[in-house]
């Protein structure tokens, strides 16, 4: 069965720092794409692609909004560091591991709040 397991989040002060990890249960992360989404607490806001790793060459991508902030890796699993946290970060993050032939799986999210 194929899964992705998150870990991490929480809630930090303004300014702070969180990691989250993204564990691969039955699926080769190597031939995967990996990418960081979150979704807001506003229903109105679609999900939001942050970060991602592509698999041919391993280049890394940011969006603007967490550009110099948030750091995305992968080794045994896909990790996102977030430093200089905001309020409007708080969301629920999720990652995604998809493929060339469109095979798209997603972890099962985790809040992030930032607020004092």
């Known amino acids: 069965q194929v899964q992705l397991v998150q870990s991490g989040g929480g809630w930090v002060q303004p300014g702070g720092s969180l990691n989250l990890s993204c564990a691969a249960s039955g699926l080769p992360l190597d031939n995967y794409g990996t990418a960081w989404f979150r979704q807001a607490p506003d229903p109105e806001k679609a999900r939001e692609g942050l970060?991602?790793?592509?698999?041919?060459?391993g280049s890394t991508y940011y969006d603007d909004s967490v550009k110099g902030r948030f750091t995305i890796s992968k080794a045994s699993a896909v990790y996102l560091e977030m430093n200089d946290l905001k309020p409007e970060d708080t969301a629920i993050y999720y990652c995604?591991?998809?493929?060339?032939?469109?095979?798209?799986?997603w972890g099962q999210g985790t809040q992030v709040t930032v607020s004092s």
């Open positions: 995604n591991a998809k493929n060339l032939g469109g095979w798209s799986y």
């Open positions: 970060a991602c790793i592509v698999k041919s060459d």
